[in-house]
T-cell receptor, first 113, second 113 residues
Framework: AQSVTQPDIHITVSEGASLELRCNYS??????LFWYVQSPGQGLQLLLK??????LVQGIKGFEAEFKRSQSSFNLRKPSVHWSDAAEYFC???????????FGTGTRLKVLA | DAGVIQSPRHEVTEMGQEVTLRCKPI?????LFWYRQTMMRGLELLIY????????DSGMPEDRFSAKMPNASFSTLKIQPSEPRDSAVYFC???????????FGEGSRLTVL
């Protein structure tokens, strides 16, 4: 069965510092991979997605993610974090067979001024 | 585009009462998903529809939960009778293509006293 693991529940970084949020998935074939962001009291907004092709994906708000098949990972990165990036981040995996999307448990990001 | 619209945004009710949550997907999207979000369990897929037909309801927790999609622009999630453990944020999401990303509504926060 497919699964998604986000090993970090909370991460705190200083404003201007770089950021990497980890995501590992379990699935036999090449999955569809997504990163979403959720601000308090809001729905989830798509940051970026990977279906196929170039393994380095650019998203909105200066975020990028890299698909590494050998490590079953899809880590999210940002070179310089802004205070407005404080939110919860979810990694998700989808498949072509079931069209179901499974979400990780989320990583809550805190940004220090 | 108006996005996915959910109502009500907040609902407070007493145990035993019937609760109906509503969702209007993005026009032209033929997949609709209902998720539940809690601190303990994260984001759980409850049910999803394709072209108004329920495809997978294996995530619906109990018979007290039911969902319908009478037409392409409207879906309901009903809980009858409600219990305190149903307190959560319920999200509706829609998707246009077979492998496209999910577009989420802002959620309905349910509190059952």
């Amino acid at each position: 069965a497919q699964s998604v693991t986000q090993p970090d529940i909370h991460i705190t970084v200083s404003e201007g510092a770089s950021l990497e949020l980890r995501c590992n998935y379990s699935y036999g074939a090449t999955p569809y991979l997504f990163w979403y962001v959720q601000s308090p009291g809001q729905g989830l907004q798509l940051l970026l997605k990977y279906f196929s092709g170039d393994t380095l994906v650019q998203g909105i708000k200066g975020f990028e993610a890299e698909f590494k098949r050998s490590q079953s990972s899809f880590n999210l990165r940002k070179p310089s974090v802004h205070w407005s990036d404080a939110a919860e981040y979810f990694c998700a995996v989808g498949t072509s067979g079931t069209y179901k999307y499974i979400f990780g448990t989320g990583t809550r990001l805190k940004v220090l001024a | 585009d108006a996005g996915v619209i959910q109502s009500p945004r907040h609902e407070v009710t007493e145990m035993g009462q019937e609760v109906t949550l509503r969702c209007k997907p993005i026009s032209g999207h033929d997949y609709l998903f209902w998720y539940r979000q809690t601190m303990m369990r994260g984001l759980e897929l409850l049910i999803y529809f394709n072209n108004n037909v329920p495809i997978d309801d294996s995530g619906m927790p109990e018979d007290r939960f039911s969902a319908k999609m009478p037409n392409a622009s409207f879906s309901t999630l009903k809980i009858q009778p409600s219990e305190p453990r149903d307190s959560a944020v319920y999200f509706c999401a829609s998707r246009g293509t077979t492998r496209g990303e999910l577009f989420f509504g802002e959620g309905s926060r349910l509190t059952v006293l």
